[in-house]
Every structure is written in structure tokens, then in C-alpha cells.
């Protein structure tokens, strides 16, 4: 049972509710992201929030309560890492170094990434191509004894 909005609980309450609703799973860790269909990158954030609230209630000469309170919250989502996923189910983990803002933590690690997403892509690619190299040697032996 929710109490009512008219009381510093009813408020704190409301306040938290909202970062309820702000919050969930998918904020920390985030949607995959496909690379050539074969890699795959998952974001991870950190989140800190904190709430406040408060109220009084005020004498009156009446029989009616008067209540005078507020609430406020704040959110933070800071992007700490990538994971990293290759088509052999290989995880990395690329952690985002401590700058002043995120979006200079994540400039700096598009350098990075890209290099390692493209290497990941081109083993891939290379093994691929081994494996079709050996199969075609193997058919070549095989066809050579018949």
C-alpha cells in the first residue's frame, strides 16, 4: 500500500519509485551490439544515484494537518568497460580509462577497439579460409586414391 504524497514517507517513497523506474539491468549492462555477425560487443556502465527528501508538518488551528516537504534524486551512468565476444565464444574485457567526462573515455577507447574488433575479424576470416583450404585438400586427397 503506497502512503499518501501528503508526508515526508510518502514523498521518499514517490522519490524512489522514480529511480526505480529509471534504473533497471539494461542501464549496467547494455544492449549486444553484432560486428560482422560474428563479434560481439556489450557495453558496461556504472550507475550511482542518490535521493533525498524531507517535509514537516505545521501547527494549525484547524483540525486539518498542514504538510510543506520536497524530494529530489540524481542519476550518473558512467560507461566503465566493453565486453568483447568472438565467434569462438571468447570473452575480453576492455576497460575505459578514467578521464574527465565519458565521452572523452569513450573517444579514447574507439582506437583501441577498432583494432581489436578488426583483428578478431580478420582471424576470423583467415580461419575460414584455412578451413576451407584444408577441406578442399582433403576432397583433392580423397578423389586421388578413388
Known amino acids: 500500500m503506497m ?6 514517507a510518502g514523498i521518499l517513497e514517490s522519490t524512489i519509485e522514480k ?64 565486453l568483447i565476444i568472438d565467434a569462438y565464444g571468447n570473452v575480453d574485457i576492455k576497460h575505459i580509462t578514467a578521464f574527465d567526462n565519458a565521452a572523452e573515455r569513450v573517444v579514447s577507447l574507439v582506437p583501441e577497439m ?7 575479424i580478420n582471424k576470423t576470416k583467415m580461419d575460414k579460409i584455412y578451413n576451407k583450404a584444408v577441406a578442399e585438400k582433403a576432397e583433392a586427397d580423397a578423389q586421388s586414391e578413388e
Open 114 to 120: 577498432f583494432d581489436k574488433v578488426s583483428g578478431v
Open 19 to 82: 529511480v526505480k523506474e529509471l534504473v533497471n539491468v539494461s542501464t549496467i549492462i547494455g544492449e549486444p551490439i553484432k560486428v560482422e555477425g560474428s563479434v560481439t560487443v556489450i557495453p558496461v556502465s556504472k550507475v550511482t544515484y542518490g535521493f533525498a527528501s524531507g517535509g514537516s508538518d505545521f501547527p494549525s488551528r484547524s483540525n486539518q494537518d498542514i504538510f510543506g516537504g520536497g524530494g529530489g534524486a540524481g542519476v550518473t551512468i558512467t560507461p566503465v568497460a566493453f
Open 3 to 8: 502512503k499518501e504524497k501528503s508526508s515526508a
